[in-house]
């Protein structure tokens, strides 16, 4: 069992920045693969950025490119989302999920994560 608390949401005029955290209770975290997703009001849940077990490469949505950074501490059992240039559209509830099923693929589709963290808002103001 895995448990992923994420912190560091808020409140933030656009092209403000925030840096969110992922504590992970995992025993041996650099077995998991990680990701960041998000869900506005209405919409489906959609990444935002993942990465492998070793973190050495990660992939990103489209329109988070250049202005989002994932990144992991597998000694720290941590995964990281530092947010620049934050716009409107940014607006929503922020979740880290882990995976086993390909830790050593970036795995972009929700329905592949075995746990997810409680999430954490994201405001940007315009």
């Known amino acids: 069992q895995v448990q992923l608390v994420e912190s560091g949401g808020g409140l933030v005029q656009a092209g403000g920045s925030l840096r969110l955290s992922c504590a992970a209770s995992?025993?041996?975290?650099?077995?998991?693969?990680m990701g960041w997703f998000r869900q506005a009001p209405g919409k489906e849940r959609e990444f935002v950025a993942v990465t492998s077990w070793s973190g050495i490469t990660t992939y990103y949505q489209d329109s988070v490119k250049g202005r989002f950074t994932m990144s992991r501490d597998n000694a720290k059992n941590t995964v990281y989302l530092q947010m620049n240039n934050l716009k409107p559209e940014d607006t929503a509830v922020y979740y880290c999920a882990a995976q086993t099923v390909k830790p050593d693929s970036m795995v972009v589709v929700p329905s592949v994560y075995d746990y997810w963290g409680q999430g954490t808002q994201v405001t940007v103001s315009s």
């Open positions: 995992a025993r041996i975290f650099s077995r998991y693969a």
